[in-house]
């Protein structure tokens, strides 16, 4: 027998046409070129030794969103081998039809070359996520600009069109010196951030106005290493912990740069940053150990406000300010809700209220300034276009509203161009809208006709890139699943809070949707489906970024650290799977 420390060298898919032994030195050899062909762009990676193509790629620094973490089961990561050899693996005949295999088709997170080859690689372009950084309807983001376009409109109507036009111009300009000298005067910037697990926001604001300067939004990269927070800790545990921390502090070392730069101020006026994210977010970013996380009983290095030099954060010199990240009440009920929370007032408020962050972890709270109940439910990244055979993020392309009239597929499309795929709130609206034409039942089984392919949403335009044929977008039986035990997860949550509660619906006042899928989700809809219970129609505001909305009054309301206090201190987590009524909720939920 031959053996190895190489404890990760047994492969099932692993080809023994290397040509050495096992008990070779194998620190000697050298690994295998691979050239990717990506739209106009062309350059070559190294992939070492049984190390997968996606797995060579993050190594390299070039990001990949892998949403299942690499497991092959998602099917995002799709190339053609266009020169050289890759073997099909099980995954792959999974996931591509028998022509497809024939033309090269792979999923990179299963692809372990033993030569040189040369792949197009076909993955959607995420760098156009469309992320929500408005809270309350209303968009947080004034530039200077705007306002001194408006302030000139606001005089121009005034002064009237007898005005002679010198004038006119001589008022603009007195106005836009004002305008200037104001924001001048500011004395003080804070920067706000919502670090998420799929976006992330960055917002500039000036201490004395409470004004958006700037504001930068982008994806978390930290998507190449799985959609949702359970396959980071996993890929974290299984030694990338350094890499997620490094992603992580790039993408907001980007943002921090561009709001500054883009506003043009001098860096010594920026005084301070808060950030608010969920608790394996903050554990990646600080580079804690993730192996309590996710085992039983779930226990964090750090739920506590965390205070830090911008140097020691982040290894860098550009500020030399504090940073602080904001405390969360357990493990899946992080700074993200807490800084909700904090934004929605349930600090002072009599009423009693609702706060639902429709996200892949599905974070809820119910109460008022004297009682506070928080749970959170795995809903899956089935909202954020995860897990879903078409299914992608909020990018431009995706289909985001359906409608089916007189047997027609109505679709629009986030920036209404060509369709891509579909997203989270284009998944609910099309569960819906099969269900209400009875091509879904009551148990969730789709119309015999489409069961075995899939309903046909849209036509991609332009052909594939890998097989060269027209993509379907479809809608198939296993989406339908996936949704069921989405909305099932949240929906049971909201009961269970309320009956612990103890009220009835009809005491709710407000129910806050927050995040990008809550903001732009159709409420109907999503009633219809049995996402929200019925009986808070007309109670449902979706206010956007409430997490963003958080770390920004933290950091301009004077008292904000004593209500973040309060609020973790008062708040009591309800653990839905102890619950009795748990699982038979949940099965019930599962039906339309």
Known sequence: MLLTEKENTFNIEYSCTIGKAVHEDMSEQSGVNIKVIRKADTFTIECQENE???????????????????????????????????????????MFMEQELEQGCRLACKAYPVEDCTIELY???????????????????????????????????EI???????????IKAEIKAEIKVEDILEKTYVIGIDLGTTTIAVNLVGVTSKRILQTYTTINKQRAYGADVISRIQASNNGKKDLLRDSIRKDLLEGIRTVIEGAKLPIDLVSKIAIAGNTTMGHLLMGYSCKTLGVFPYTPVNLGTIDISFGDLFESDYLDIPVVLLPGISTYVGGDIVAGLLACDFDHTKATCILIDLGTNGEMAI????????????????????NITCGVGSIVGAISHVSIEDNQVIYQTIGENPPVGICGTGVIEITSELLKVGLVDKTGLLHEKYFEDGYLVAEMEAKSAISGSEFPILFTQRDIREIQLAKSAIRTGIEILVRRFGLSYDKIDTVYLAGGFGYKINIEKAIHIGLLPKEIHGKVKAIGNSSLAGAIKYLIDNNAKEKVTKLCNMAQEITLSNEKDFNDLYIEYMSF
């Open 52 to 94: 997968s193509i996606l797995e060579a790629f993050l190594r390299q620094g070039y990001y990949m969103s892998a949403v299942c973490g690499g497991n092959g089961s998602c099917g995002k990561c799709k190339v053609q081998v266009l020169k050289g050899k890759l073997n099909i693996t099980t995954q792959d005949k999974v």
């Open 367 to 386: 109460g008022n300034k004297d009682k506070l109940y928080v749970s959170s439910t795995a809903a899956g990244p089935a909202f954020e276009g995860g």
């Open 123 to 157: 993955v959607l372009e995420e760098s156009n996520f469309e992320v929500v950084n408005d809270f309350q309807g209303k968009s947080i983001e004034v530039t200077r600009t705007e306002k001194q376009e408006k302030e000139t409109q606001k005089i121009e109507a």
């Open 160 to 170: 009237g069109a007898e005005i002679e036009s010198e004038i006119k111009a001589e």
